[in-house]
């Protein structure tokens, strides 16, 4: 099975990425300051959400207690519609279903799939697993009941950066569990993912501190996994075999210490059968979704997320 690659080498988003690094400063260390997790996103930098998609907010039951999605449906677009869970990156340990509206209004309407996008619980007041446990969760209420959110059956996982971390954590565990009361995936996004910890790629000497620190044994690491040895479901690259797995749609960014991590895990899954594409964004930074109104390359990928989307669920099909 051959990889699909593509490189998008747009030097307008290479321009649009210089000028917007030039006006911001990375946390020192590689941290996030406390305020960072509560800070509404600026629409004019993140992009205003599409005025045709309905949105609400519901609690969807987990094990460690009820867990806010935050639900996107186009109104023009008839029901029933595959279901899209999404998870927002920070590291593990900021973020927000809050800073993806454009995001994720525009991939339901574009792609015509419900998204759910998830506020999991955050280190370092919950460590590893709790996120990846919430994620997992969502995933198996979404099987068992996506129908009450107008689904299908069909049913995907995606996310950006630390997300994208739960989103294949969570495809592992479900190609684990197997049987009837596993969520079975049709699909996994898996945008600019962060998959192991303590890396030294070629992506870290280039780009360490591009937007992005990463740090063997720093902030991000120490909250999250809270001295913790990290397992193939925290550090996804880890695990023995990526066979069985989902679909997957890898999108990287050139210019990000994590875009090793990227294509390693794009080769790993060709390696072991899956059927992947990657597509890497030669000038562009860590976290370029979360940008979209100053960075074109994010409704780019937005609308490359789409179409991948709509290939992987052609046609419709009445829910069971």
């Not at 946390?27 to 993140?46: F, H, Q, T």
């Not at 994720?104 to 574009?110: D, F, Q, T, V």
């Not at 419900?114 to 996120?131: D, M």
């Not at 930074?285 to 940008?291: A, I, Q, T």
């Amino acid at each position: 099975m051959a990889i699909k690659h593509s490189l998008i080498d747009e030097p307008g988003f290479a321009g649009e990425t210089s000028a917007f690094l030039a006006r911001m400063a990375a946390p020192a260390g590689g941290g996030v300051p406390p305020a960072a997790r509560a800070k509404p996103p600026d629409p004019a930098v993140s992009g205003q959400p599409d005025p045709g998609v309905l949105v609400a907010d519901l609690y969807l039951p987990a094990r460690g207690g009820p867990v806010l999605a935050r639900v996107y449906r186009a109104a023009d677009v008839p029901e029933p519609r595959p279901v899209l869970l999404w998870l927002h990156g920070g590291g593990f340990v900021a973020g927000s279903v809050y800073d993806l509206d454009h995001v994720c209004s525009r991939i339901a309407r574009l792609a015509e799939v419900t998204v759910a996008s998830l506020e999991y619980r955050l280190a370092p007041e919950h460590p590893f697993p709790a996120a990846l446990h919430d994620t997992y969760d969502a995933l198996c209420w979404l099987a068992e009941h996506g129908a009450l959110l107008g689904g299908d059956g069909r049913l995907a996982a995606g996310g950006q950066s630390a997300g994208a971390a739960l989103a294949a954590g969570a495809s592992l565990m479900a190609r684990d569990a197997g049987g009837p009361g596993a969520p079975a995936l049709a699909r996994q996004i898996l945008c600019y993912p962060a998959l192991d910890f303590g890396q030294d790629t070629e992506s870290v000497r280039l780009f360490n501190g591009v937007f992005l620190t990463i740090e063997p044994g720093g902030f991000v690491e120490k909250q999250y996994l809270a001295g913790q040895e990290p397992t193939a479901y925290a550090a996804p690259l880890r695990a023995e075999s990526l066979a069985g797995l989902p679909p997957a749609l890898v999108v990287g960014a050139g210019r990000d210490p994590l875009r090793d991590d990227a294509r390693s895990y794009a080769a790993r899954l060709d390696a072991d059968g899956v059927d992947v594409t990657h597509v890497e964004y030669a000038g562009t930074m860590h976290g370029f979704l979360n940008f979209c109104g100053v960075l074109s390359a994010g409704d780019h990928a937005i609308d490359l997320i789409a179409s991948d989307l709509r290939q992987a669920f052609p046609g419709r099909r009445q829910s069971d």
